[in-house]
């Protein structure tokens, strides 16, 4: 399934918007954009939010025929345990997180331990936790971590553009990581010259326009065939002004969902 996500509206959720969209705002707009799954991926007004508050997103999904995903960062037991409660609130049943959050990086042993001490529950209610593919662990460093915790609401969250401050290609990152994916974040990205050729930026582009091979992404995970679901992102840099931003970013928006949608007919 292809849905949206709390990184689709980046700029237009941002307290710089000058409309800034609620997560239900955000949640209709999915809706009347035909997107039946919407991921409430670290947004930090969630956590503040009353179970009346959570249950009435919930209500608005059932009625607008939405699917919800939640995500957040870290594996705290504290932590993951609250996203539980929220997940079961919303009737969210993926949790997509990381293995690290800030400065809580725990180590290969103490993060097998944390997450042995959650999955009972989280198996329960029937809710899977995804962590992530990002530069703070090698894609192999986090295979290592699932398959060692070795539990079936456990995988990953797919997205092969942030490994690439790590040096290691989307290519192998996608290979290495397909057998465990549960979720996929699409976005697609390239390198442009910096002012004076001194460097580069690693920035968002349109689907089909950048480096992200798609096609080969697509064949190798299987995510139709395996009901892995498709988040579309943007890595959308603030342009020369917040109002055209959030224009590009809904025009990418447009872009990526007719790409995908094309791409699976």
């Not at 959650?118 to 990002?134: M, N, R």
């Amino acid at each position: 399934m292809i849905g949206f996500g709390t990184y689709t509206f980046f700029w237009e959720g941002s307290e710089l918007a000058p409309e800034r969209l609620s997560v239900i705002g955000m949640l209709e707009r999915t809706a009347d954009a035909g997107v039946e799954l919407f991921q409430i991926c670290d947004d930090a007004r969630i956590e503040s939010m009353s179970d009346d508050e959570l249950r009435r997103i919930a209500e608005v999904a059932r009625e607008r025929g939405v699917t919800l995903e939640l995500g957040t960062k870290g594996i705290a037991v504290a932590h993951l345990e609250r996203f539980l409660h929220i997940a079961t609130v919303l009737g969210a049943k993926l949790l997509r997180s990381m293995a690290t959050s800030g400065d809580d990086r725990p180590s290969h042993a103490d993060a097998v331990d944390r997450l042995r001490a959650v999955l009972p529950a989280f198996e329960a209610a029937g809710v899977t936790i995804a962590l992530e593919t990002y530069e703070q662990l090698s894609s192999q460093e986090l295979v290592d971590l699932v398959t060692t915790v070795d539990h079936p609401n456990l995988g990953i969250c797919l997205d092969p553009a942030n490994t690439v401050a790590r040096l290691e290609h989307p290519a192998d990152v996608i290979e290495r990581t397909a057998p465990y994916v549960r979720n996929i974040h699409v976005k697609d990205f390239a390198f442009t010259r910096r002012g004076g050729w001194v460097g580069f930026t690693l920035e968002g582009a349109p689907l089909g326009t950048g480096l992200l091979d798609y096609p080969a992404l697509t064949a190798v995970v299987r995510p139709d065939e395996r009901g892995v679901n498709q988040i579309i992102e943007h890595w959308l840099p603030l342009g020369d002004s917040i109002t055209e931003t959030i224009e590009l970013e809904r025009t990418w928006t447009a872009h990526n969902l007719q790409y995908l949608r094309e791409g699976r007919s």
